[in-house]
């Protein structure tokens, strides 16, 4: 099918993609089962439409694990970029003070940024870091890599992170923000990041662009025996 071409490379980013018309008669179905598949693969990210012009296929999604996005970017060969929308300090929830491990009456410091890859706008990042243990953190350049600012200017090397991902949509400010409609799908990474000790060093939320990006995730499939599952 016309998502399988995609996929294998037969249909480079920007091709035209058939019309309906040709589409169910290639494939034997009804022009609306036609339209049905190019909506479908519309909303996926796999193709976009261009008033007056028609149907092209989009570019290649970008695959990310989890991990520094800097670093990522690099290793595929994109300029990185980093905007900066909002850093503050503030007093946490009562949650977010456990899991970071501060103190009573202590702050954390909120940082909010935009990453994008080649200058295309891909995640809106919310970090929730401890305050009492990097007070000076936000007087730093904050445009590029966290983890390297923590482990240059604090001596705190995170070496693992666990990581919820769920399917939503984006809200308008989301949306916006990621230069896409409000209610696209979006892809939402909740990290918890541990320091060397096996301290948490970081909380965050990131909201990545659902026509844009994938995740590779690596994972044990179980014991080894007649009682492991399939």
Not at 73 to 83: H, N
């Amino acid at each position: 099918m016309l998502r399988d071409q995609i996929e294998a490379g037969n249909l480079g980013a920007h091709a035209a993609v058939p019309s309906e018309r040709a589409l169910s008669e290639r494939y034997g179905v009804s022009r609306m089962t036609a339209r049905h598949a190019v909506e479908t693969l519309t909303r996926g990210g796999y193709v976009y439409r261009s008033p007056r012009r028609g149907t092209f296929v989009a570019e290649p999604r970008l695959r990310f694990s989890v991990g520094s996005f800097t670093r990522m970017m690099a290793a595929a060969d994109r300029d990185p970029g980093t905007a900066v929308l909002s850093a503050v300090t503030l007093e946490p929830d009562r949650s977010v003070a456990g899991l970071l491990g501060v103190p009573e009456g202590g702050r954390v410091h909120l940082l909010r940024r935009l990453r994008s890859a080649g200058g295309e706008p891909i995640a809106i990042e919310n970090i929730h870091v401890s305050a009492e243990r990097f007070p000076d953190l936000l007087e730093y350049d904050l445009t590029g890599s966290l983890w390297e600012i923590l482990q240059d200017r604090y001596d705190v090397h995170p070496t693992k992170a666990d990581a919820r991902v769920v399917a939503v949509t984006l809200d308008r400010f989301e949306a916006e923000t990621l230069g896409v409609s409000p209610g696209s799908p979006a892809i939402v990474l909740t990290r918890t990041v541990f320091g060397a000790e096996g301290e948490i060093v970081e909380l965050a939320r990131d909201v990545y662009r659902g026509d844009r990006t994938e995740f590779n995730v690596t994972a044990p499939v179980g014991g080894v025996g007649p009682d492991a599952s399939e």
